[in-house]
């Protein structure tokens, strides 16, 4: 006896295959571009290109300045390597911008840790140069804490977002005795304008993590106090400081740059033709921010402010919603190392601030410094990735502050998010 089957539709068309393992390479280049923020990094773009313009102006002085009887260093010197640095940190940006953010985090933390451990190794084979030692040779000479910088923030992020698992870890001990060692090796070198960025960095995030203001008092006062000390016991910094607040003279670092940011004027001496660069040293790097003034005018140096507030503006309206602590945590300490160190060089320029010896990141030549600069903007891309497909369902933080989507779409946050939050 047989039974009659049911019929069923397409019963016997082959099902459609699916494909199984690792997505194309080129699917992933597009998934990338419809994730990243593509305004910051145009940005990004902009402020480098506008750097190798002004790498090219300050050039020749710097040329001039190294040039002996022996060595004659073509004016553009500086310019062309600084193009080839540029091609290898870009390489570097867009590589670890394809990161997820798990792996950036990951990232962050190995390159957090090996830094540390090279600085450990400064103090006895490090490089000397103009009577610091900030330096290691391993093939290539680089300062262990720019790598560190990046590394840093992300490390800090991690270890502060362990809140929201656990509310009594004792985080802001860990985070504070990291800064310490970190702070401590930093003055070794001695590096006192880093170690400043550093603890400027901690000190936002903290306050961003959400610990309570009570528990910083002795931390902020320590501070204080390792300051005042470092007035005393380190001579280099008690110069510089002594001279800026006593006026100085005019043959002093920070009054040459004063004096040539103001040479040109609100429209500049024009391309290749300012003068007082000439006699600036470190026209290249430290001081490049007076050489835009001189040749390209106060117009430009304010177009260079404007596109550093617009990066940092961008990250944080980026971030505003996010409901991820440790994103939060990581995106604002990375974009406050590149804001900080950027504010710190112009204020020393303008003579509103002690040298410090920080160049101005993504403009200033470098070689190692501009890579660890943009594997910091490619850390930052990776961290702020978001599915433009995808909205989220969860109170973001910038809820709590009364200008988050929940707020603006009236949405009640859920039991849960409220407990997380609380």
Request: aromatic letters at 10%.
């Amino acid at each position: 006896m047989s039974t009659m089957q049911p019929y069923v539709p397409g019963a016997k068309r082959k099902p459609a295959h699916i494909p199984s393992g690792k997505i194309s390479r080129w699917s992933e280049i597009k998934i990338w571009w419809r994730e990243i923020d593509r305004v910051l990094l145009g940005l990004v773009l902009l402020v480098m290109t506008l750097g190798t313009i002004a790498v090219a102006a300050a050039s020749p002085a710097s040329a001039d300045r190294l040039s002996t009887s022996s060595t004659t260093l073509d004016p553009l010197y500086f310019f062309y390597r600084h193009v080839v640095w540029q091609a290898l940190a870009l390489g570097v940006l867009f590589g670890v911008s394809m990161l997820s953010r798990e792996n950036a985090r990951r990232l962050g933390v190995v390159l957090a840790a090996a830094m540390l451990g090279l600085l450990f190794l400064v103090p006895f084979i490090g490089v000397e140069i103009n009577g610091a030692r900030r330096w290691i040779n391993l093939g290539m000479q680089f300062q262990p804490s720019e790598f560190l910088k990046p590394g840093f923030a992300i490390t800090m992020a991690w270890i502060l977002s362990w809140r929201m698992r656990d509310p009594n870890l004792p985080v802001l001990m860990i985070s504070t005795a990291l800064l310490v060692l970190i702070a401590a090796l930093m003055m070794l070198q001695p590096n006192f304008g880093g170690t400043i960025l550093f603890g400027g960095v901690w000190f936002v995030m903290v306050i961003l993590s959400g610990v309570p203001v009570k528990r910083l008092g002795a931390v902020i006062g320590g501070g204080i106090a390792g300051i005042t000390a470092t007035y005393f016991l380190y001579d280099n910094a008690r110069h510089r400081i002594d001279a800026f607040f006593g006026g100085g003279t005019a043959f002093d670092q920070v009054d040459l740059a004063s004096r040539t940011l103001l040479a040109g004027g609100w429209t500049g001496a024009g391309y290749g033709l300012g003068i007082r660069k000439m006699s600036l040293p470190e026209a290249h790097t430290d001081y490049i921010f007076s050489v835009i003034g001189e040749e390209f005018g106060l117009i430009a140096c304010a177009l260079i402010v404007l596109l550093y507030l617009a990066i940092v503006v961008r990250v944080l309206m980026r971030l505003v919603d996010e409901d991820d602590l440790f994103a939060l945590l990581a995106g604002t300490g990375l974009v406050s190392l590149l804001g900080g160190q950027a504010f710190i060089n112009m204020l020393v320029n303008l003579q509103l601030f002690p040298s410090k010896g920080m160049t101005l990141p993504l403009v200033s030549y470098g070689g190692s410094s501009t890579i660890a600069v943009c594997l910091a903007i490619g850390l930052l891309i990776a961290i702020t990735r978001r599915n433009p497909y995808l909205k989220r369902s969860t109170r973001g933080l910038g809820d709590l502050i009364g200008f988050g989507q929940a707020d603006r779409m009236n949405d009640k946050p859920s039991h849960l998010s409220r407990d997380i939050y609380q």
